[in-house]
């Protein structure tokens, strides 16, 4: 899996500590179909980098600070290597008449008007959606030193 900050998505994060811009507690997640699967965003990206999907019945999820509430701090193997949360699985809605391959996925401010992130799925593979189908992603927040 790979996944980028872009720098505008890195002013964001770093605006809500050590900055202070006012709080931010809502961003949204969405699914992808470019970039590639097996590529991620620049680091000087903005939000026309990405594509959203737009199959039948799609909506991007919004992820408040309450989805990150009940996430349990957990330390990776080897201790200390990685710190991180893991917040409650997001479920997109069900596909409908029209499927999508999907690369990956994005997150943006609560607006949806700046890029946070960008990754793709931890096999580099594309997911094709069809009727019905419903793709849930576990969304984990992570640090390493």
């Given at each position: 899996m790979a996944y980028m900050f872009p720098d505008a998505g890195m002013q964001v994060w770093m605006g809500q500590y050590p900055g202070t811009t006012a709080r931010e507690t809502t961003i949204n997640l969405h699914l992808c179909t470019a970039p590639a699967a097996n590529a991620t965003v620049a680091h000087n990206a903005v939000l026309a980098a990405v594509t959203e999907t737009a199959y039948t019945n799609y909506l991007k999820q919004a992820m408040t600070t309450a989805n990150w509430a009940s996430a349990a701090f957990s330390e990776s193997t080897p201790p200390g290597?990685?710190?991180?949360?893991?917040?409650?699985?997001?479920?997109?809605?069900?596909?409908?008449?029209?499927?999508?391959?999907?690369?990956g996925f994005f997150m943006t401010n609560g607006a949806a008007t700046t890029l946070l992130c960008h990754a793709n799925f931890s096999d580099l593979n594309p997911v094709t959606l069809a009727t019905n189908d419903i793709i849930k992603l576990s969304p984990t927040l992570g640090l390493l030193h």
């Open positions: 290597q990685q710190q991180q949360y893991t917040g409650s699985p997001v479920a997109f809605p069900a596909v409908g008449a029209t499927g999508a391959t999907i690369t």
